[in-house]
């Protein structure tokens, strides 16, 4: 079992940044990946960035060059960056820990903070 907590959501201009945070109940390091997803009303969730273990990123095509995900896996926390924030980027962002079991991937999930972009 893996316990998410997001935080760092709010409301900020276009063009502004936010740094959502996700504190982890367990050692990061020992889970495959973590990730950020987003979902805005009436839209599917969508993959935001996840950062493997072995070091690797990956980043939906419309937050790349303006977002970056990050690990501090000494204290357990996952970060998001978001600069140059665009009014499409409103959505609950949710915290995600895929983690790999003998036969099965299970994913864990946070309850989501909300990021607000607007004038």
């Known amino acids: 079992q893996v316990q998410l907590v997001e935080s760092g959501g709010g409301l900020v201009q276009p063009g502004g940044s936010l740094r959502l945070s996700c504190a982890a109940s367990?050692?990061?390091?020992?889970?495959?990946?973590m990730g950020w997803y987003r979902q805005a009303p009436g839209k599917q969730r969508e993959l935001v960035a996840d950062?493997?273990?072995?070091?690797?990123?990956n980043y939906a095509d419309s937050v790349k060059g303006r977002f970056t995900i990050s690990r501090d896996n000494a204290n357990n926390m996952v970060y998001l960056q978001m600069d140059s924030l665009k009014p499409e980027d409103t959505a609950v962002y949710f915290c995600?820990?895929?983690?790999?079991?003998?036969?099965?991937?299970?994913?864990?999930w946070g309850q989501g903070t909300q990021v607000t972009v607007s004038s």
């Open positions: 950062s493997i273990s072995g070091g690797s990123t």
């Open positions: 367990r050692n990061i390091a020992s889970i495959y990946a």
């Open positions: 995600n820990a895929r983690v790999r079991l003998p036969n099965l991937w299970t994913d864990y």
